[in-house]
């Protein structure tokens, strides 16, 4: 009996520092990232969601939530299901993106951002950004406070 715990405390050991490791590998905010890097972060996370842990991508976009967006989308178990839901579960995933910026500022940077779904449909979205000022780890990075709803653009085939 004792020899069976042992395996499985190994084992869940194991485990438990693999999803440490990988976890750690999730970029986080620095004010060197550019905004439009801070976009395309966020949507190749979402483009290999599970590649390296269930949801990985779905946390790295959370990473580079502004605080002001985690109020309105947080905590990170509603901001999974939100991304998950029909309005958003289409970014889950995707074949491909493309980032076009739209306008910017010191402080601001507006982007189209068009996504190719696993079931071959384009979607639309508006993506902002926007340097955080206040002091903190967080100063002079640029963090997502917006993205718009999805505007259907058809079937690529």
């Known amino acids: ?17 693999f999803n440490s490791i990988s976890k750690a590998d999730l970029k986080t905010p620095n004010k060197n990232i ?36 985690k109020k309105v989308t947080g905590p990170l178990g509603n901001f999974k299901r939100m991304i998950k839901s029909d309005s958003y579960q289409m970014m889950i995933n995707h074949l491909s993106h493309t980032i076009t910026e739209l306008g910017s500022s010191d402080k601001w940077a507006q982007f189209e951002v068009i996504i190719l779904d696993k079931n071959k449909i384009y979607h639309k979205f508006n993506w902002q950004v926007e340097k955080y000022t206040l002091d903190g780890a967080l100063k002079d990075c640029w963090l997502t406070t917006m993205v718009s709803n999805p505007i259907s653009l058809g079937s690529s085939i």
């Open 1 to 17: 009996m004792l020899k069976i715990l042992q395996t499985k405390f190994s084992i869940l050991f194991i485990l438990l520092i």
């Open 34 to 69: 550019l905004p439009s890097e801070v976009v395309k972060i966020q949507l190749t996370g979402l483009q290999n969601n599970d590649l390296d842990f269930k949801d990985g991508g779905i946390e790295q976009t959370w990473n580079f939530a502004h605080p002001n967006n």
